[in-house]
């Protein structure tokens, strides 16, 4: 094992073997993806001259590079262990992130919506010269398209990469940077459709390219930031896209309820980040008595089965309290 490896193990001693490498290929890979994403945004603004949907989409790369540069911050942030100043440690870390990222997002493609949007009512018709390149008159429009065709493979490349590690990192900033990168290579075809529009002559095509990149960056803001303010207001957790309750929920009380000494159980379980805070409401069945070791053994049965169960509360009551205990609605055929 390198040094550096080393170092990244005991700095991230709380995660097991398999999630740590995927970490570990996780932050190398946003390294990556802001080394490339300046390079791009640099390569856009030089041939972005008058063109409405190339300069959104230059917005679009330069807002690309905030979610990998707050995944790299936070996750440095959660390997700091925990303090009387913080018992719960730094693990939502990453839901600040998630925050921050989603903010800009929202705020920006609200912006660019506006401005595209009045660009089209204004009928405003973007120039588009000729350009002398190694001695031959080349028209901008075709500079535009080769860059923009150019830029969109490392988004398509690495946005897959990313969405195969969010899931079994359970990473939500990793997740909606994903579909960041997604967004990128969807509104690079989207300019590329409205620069050849103005090339026949459709002075319209440009703006309503801008428009529909700006739509499409609004809505991942607005569903984004909806995601991150759940998550740092104690919902319920969720999957890694948010699209259902976490399935170990019901796998936690199913697992608890079998045991042959708890009459009635309901779990409260919220997300801090790549790990679950879990409080447990058991009720005996022999009556209020239980024993510590029980409630050690019972925490350390339910560690083995996710390591995403890293901080679990058992709380022994007589019955459970109905206004904390609330009964779940999960679907039947979740995925565990």
């Known amino acids: 094992m390198t040094r550096s490896r080393q170092r990244f193990a005991e700095a991230y001693g709380f995660l097991p073997d398999d999630v740590r490498k995927d970490l570990a290929k996780a932050v190398r890979l946003e390294k990556v993806t802001i080394g490339i994403q300046l390079v791009v945004t640099a390569l856009v603004a030089l041939?972005?001259?008058?063109?409405?949907?190339?300069?959104?989409?230059?917005?679009?790369?330069?807002?690309?590079?905030?979610?990998?540069?707050?995944?790299?911050?936070?996750?440095r942030r959660i390997r700091r262990r925990p303090s009387a100043e913080y018992p719960y440690g730094h693990h939502r870390s990453i839901g600040v992130a998630h925050l921050v990222a989603a903010s800009a997002l929202f705020a920006m493609g609200l912006y660019l919506v506006i401005d595209s949007g009045i660009g089209l009512i204004k009928a405003e018709r973007p120039p588009l010269g000729?350009?002398?390149?190694?001695?031959?008159?080349?028209?901008?429009?075709?500079?535009?398209?080769?860059v923009m065709a150019l830029t969109n493979i490392p988004a398509v490349i690495l946005g897959r990469m990313k969405l195969a590690l969010a899931k079994p990192l359970h990473d939500k900033v990793l997740y909606a940077d994903a579909k960041m990168n997604k967004a990128d290579w969807s509104s690079a075809l989207a300019t590329i459709v409205g620069i050849l529009g103005i090339?026949?002559?459709?002075?319209?095509?440009?703006?309503?390219?801008a428009l529909l990149v700006s739509v499409s960056i609004l809505h991942d803001g607005v569903s984004n930031v909806r995601a991150a303010v759940a998550g740092l207001t104690d919902a319920r957790a969720r999957a890694y896209d948010d699209?259902?309750?976490?399935?170990?929920?019901?796998?936690i009380e199913d697992e608890v309820a079998a045991l042959d000494w708890v009459s009635e159980v309901s779990s409260r379980v919220r997300d801090e980040g790549h790990l679950f805070h879990v409080e447990l409401f058991v009720v005996p069945a022999s009556g209020p008595a239980v024993s510590v070791q029980a409630c050690v053994d019972l925490v350390e049965h339910l560690r083995a089965?996710?390591?995403?169960?890293?901080?679990?509360?058992?709380?022994?009551?007589?019955e459970l309290p109905r206004d904390q205990a609330l009964p779940r609605e999960l679907p039947d055929d979740d995925s565990r």
């Open 130 to 146: 000729i350009v002398v390149l190694f001695g031959y008159p080349l028209w901008s429009g075709w500079l535009m398209v080769a």
């Open 47 to 75: 041939v972005s001259g008058e063109s409405q949907a190339m300069k959104v989409a230059w917005t679009e790369d330069l807002l690309s590079v905030l979610p990998p540069l707050a995944f790299l911050i936070a996750t």
């Open 199 to 209: 090339g026949i002559g459709w002075w319209w095509a440009d703006s309503a390219a």
């Open 305 to 318: 089965l996710d390591w995403k169960l890293h901080d679990i509360v058992v709380i022994p009551v007589p």
């Open 243 to 251: 699209s259902e309750p976490h399935p170990l929920i019901r796998r």
